[in-house]
């Protein structure tokens, strides 16, 4: 069992790697602490395997509390920002996961803690993702648990997404590759640079446009081909 500790000052982000660390059974979660007092006074009472890190916290940032370490765990940062990545990977550390983190980014992280400790086969069970009927969404300082079985379809707007479902649609910050990796398998397709559409809410097609309920969505000329084939034209 991998001992895992969150240091994160930011009450939703350690609540998100809570989730994920409960639904992996090869992980132990020790404690979450807010800050890097906390975490040293946990450190002293407790064995850790495995860090999830945040880089921009007050007092203390997470890549100064890492070289403050003799014995360091491994470590994965968990940060809103991209520019720490150079210097984080001069401290060895395992990966280096952006906020919003996804569960699929997250168990690569994990695999590739496995592979850094050299964990035998026998020891382990490959980590696969669980299939669950929502997906995690960070709006308006919640989480919503969104019915993957309502959503319709998928907008990018640059560095959001919006998410349309039957009855509510919500505005988050993620990337349409993103979801579109982590929704492959419930059905969902792209079918424009800007749009993934579930298979099961389109009620017609042409050549140029899918049909919703209450929507029309394009086509776009480098995605017909492979649409058109999965829809059976």
Not at 17 to 37: A, F, G, M, Q, S
Not at 151 to 162: A, N, P, R, T
Not at 194 to 212: G, N, Q
């Amino acid at each position: 069992m991998i001992k895992c500790l969150i240091i994160d000052d930011e009450p939703l982000a350690r609540e998100a790697i809570k989730v994920y660390i409960e639904k992996t059974p090869e992980l132990d979660l020790v404690d979450e602490c807010e800050n890097v007092l906390q975490a040293m006074a946990c450190l002293r009472k407790n064995h850790v395997d495995l860090l999830f890190l945040d880089i921009e916290m007050p007092e203390i940032d997470g890549i100064s509390f890492l070289r403050m370490l003799k014995n360091t765990p491994g470590v994965i940062f968990t940060t809103a920002y991209r520019n720490y990545a150079v210097e984080a990977f001069d401290l060895d550390v395992i990966d280096y996961l952006l906020k919003p983190i996804s569960f699929d980014r997250f168990v690569s992280a994990i695999n590739k803690y496995f592979e850094r400790t050299n964990i035998s086969s026998n020891a382990k069970t490959e980590l696969k993702r669980e299939k669950t009927n929502y997906l995690n969404v960070k709006a308006n300082r919640k989480i919503y648990k969104v019915d993957i079985s309502k959503i319709q379809y998928i907008e990018s707007l640059k560095d959001y997404v919006k998410i349309v479902c039957s009855d509510e649609s919500i505005v988050t910050h993620d990337s349409l590759s993103n979801l579109e990796a982590f929704l492959d398998e419930y059905g969902f397709i792209r079918i424009h640079r800007s749009f993934l559409v579930a298979l099961a809410k389109i009620r017609s097609f042409d050549t140029e446009s899918v049909f919703l309920e209450n929507n029309e969505l394009p086509i776009s000329r480098s995605y017909k081909k492979s649409v058109l084939a999965i829809l059976g034209k």
